[in-house]
């Protein structure tokens, strides 16, 4: 008797937290390295009487999409991009973590380091550090660093066998949880360029309007099965309207 | 509904956005000014359903788990210390500074500024001064009776007197160079300040290893590439739009629970 309003519910509560979800990616339209979420819905069966279910809607997962993002040129020496697969391994309080953001700036000690002040990982595990009196730093695709004195060290690109299992943190960095970091074959960094975010802004309003017009419609359905409950109260208990 | 604050934070990044892109076109004829560009970053995320937790007693593990973020935030609005293109003037005292550093400025306060901008003039004195009057460090100062001033590249000062057949040197113009540029703090008058995030200045004369040399009678332009900032802010006005989309959406889902009676 109640289960078609507890069906509207559960398709209803799933949608606000799609909702946040196409919230987040739109505020990080233009946030490096960020890559799109959508959500993963699935029938949830519940036997109801012998031989019969029902179908509640339940949202099972958040999927990332790991298509590359647009490059940006921005003629920023020390703004990176990684052309296909994999991330940078940058070194965190907590231990290393993965970005694909590659915005970097030089701290005081001349440190390649993050927005945040985390430094960069060479191959060895070091950070990479510019000596203050060098010229023009440069970065070969294949990730070496060098200036005028020569080569300062050479980026540590990871690659991961579920790219999906990672952790997001804040920040554009990833935890790796129980994943081993694997090294990357091919590897192309690209120098003066930062890889943009990969939410299509009209796939996401697309949705949004989706969302909110599925939501009426779970409304709607609710309302509906109010007055139906209603009038068959009012029709068995003989009340004349 | 969370999804309305999620979406003010991506308005408020966005309105950061138009403002620091609306700086670098007011500042697109400033000499020596430096274009910046703000940078997002997400914010911290809500586990509703953990990555790798168990599914089943089988021992299956959740592939993907659900993470809801909470937003953006700026992260940094920084300066790109690319080269300005030179301009000709064939002032005198126009010097530009081809390659990396800073000239050194005494500020009224005792404190050192540093500044790309060469457009310096000469006080009452006969001293090198910026616009505003503040003295170029190390002091140079013209002979009264000079006819002809000859900077070359290495900032060596030349003054031709009057009556003398030899030019004769009178200062010597240094650069200031900082293990990490982003880090000065600027300060308006196209003056940037030692900060602890830039580490402390190196000085040496032009054309030393790793500093660039000075060219006389030209000025460095900003590096403001106009086109670039226009289809930004193009980018950061839809993107400004479209989060107000989002505010419009949940208020409208909200709405139709409050309709539901």
């Known amino acids: ?26 505020a990080n339209l233009t946030t490096p390295g960020y890559r799109g979420e959508s959500m993963l819905f699935v029938e949830h069966l519940k036997p109801t009487q012998p031989r019969e279910k029902v179908a509640f809607v339940q949202d099972l997962a958040t999927v990332r999409d790991l298509r590359a993002g647009p490059m940006s040129h921005t003629g920023n020496p020390l703004d990176l991009a990684i052309k296909g697969d994999g991330y940078f391994a940058v070194e965190t309080p907590e231990g290393e973590r993965y970005t694909r953001a590659g915005g970097f700036t030089l701290d005081p000690d001349g440190q390649i380091v993050t927005a945040k002040g985390f430094p960069l990982l060479n191959e060895g595990g070091a950070p990479i550090t510019v000596p203050p009196d060098s010229g023009a730093v440069t970065v070969a695709r294949d990730g070496t660093v060098s200036s005028d004195r020569g080569e300062l060290g ?24 129980d994943q081993e970091p694997l090294p990357l074959e091919q590897r192309d960094i690209q120098q003066g360029k930062l890889e943009g975010s990969n939410v299509a802004g009209i796939v996401e309003m697309t949705k949004l309007i989706g969302a909110v ?12 099965e109010h007055q139906r409950q209603r009038r068959a109260i009012d029709a068995l208990a003989g009340v004349r309207g | 509904m969370k999804s309305l604050d999620i979406a003010a934070t991506g308005m408020l990044a966005q309105q950061l956005n138009v403002e620091v892109i609306s700086n ?20 911290l995320y809500q586990e509703q359903r953990r990555v790798g937790s168990a599914s089943s007693e089988a021992g299956t593990i ?24 030179m301009t000709i003037t064939d002032n005198t005292y126009d010097l ?7 000239f050194t400025v005494e500020l009224p306060s005792g404190e050192t500024g540093y500044t790309r901008s060469g457009a310096f003039q000469l006080s ?15 002091g140079v100062t013209i002979p009264s009776d000079t006819i002809h001033v000859t900077i070359n590249a290495n900032g060596q000062v030349f003054a031709a007197i009057d009556g003398q057949v030899a030019p004769q040197q009178v200062g010597q113009i240094e650069l200031a160079t900082f293990a990490n540029e982003a880090g000065l703090r600027a300060i308006g ?57 989002v505010i419009q959406a949940s208020d409208e889902m909200m709405q139709s629970v409050t309709q539901l009676r």
């Open chain 2, 124 to 138: 009452a004195d006969g001293d090198l001064v910026t616009p505003e009057g503040y003295l170029v460090q190390p």
């Open chain 2, 189 to 245: 008058n196209n003056l940037l300040l030692e900060t602890e995030a830039s580490g402390s200045a190196s000085v040496a004369t032009p054309g030393a290893d790793g500093f660039g040399s000075i060219e006389q009678g030209a000025l460095e332009a900003s590096n403001v590439n106009v086109v670039a900032e226009i289809t930004n802010m193009i980018t950061a006005q839809r993107a400004y739009e479209m989060n107000s989309k």
């Open chain 2, 96 to 102: 530009a500074i081809n390659g990396k550093g800073f």
């Open chain 1, 213 to 224: 017009r599925s939501y009426q419609a779970a409304a709607n359905m609710a309302n509906q």
């Open chain 1, 1 to 26: 008797m109640e289960n078609p309003g507890y069906i509207a519910l559960s398709r209803q509560m799933v949608l606000r937290r799609q909702m946040d979800l196409l919230a987040n990616n739109l």
């Open chain 1, 154 to 177: 050479r980026v540590r690109l990871v690659g991961f066998g579920n790219e999906q299992a990672l952790a997001k943190l804040a920040g554009g960095l990833y935890d790796a949880k």
């Open chain 2, 24 to 43: 670098n076109i007011a500042n697109m004829n400033t000499t020596g000014y430096k274009r910046q560009r703000a940078e997002f970053q997400d914010l």
């Open chain 2, 62 to 85: 959740v592939p993907a788990g659900i993470q809801l973020g909470l937003g953006v935030q700026p992260a940094a609005v920084y300066r790109i210390a690319e080269q300005g293109a």
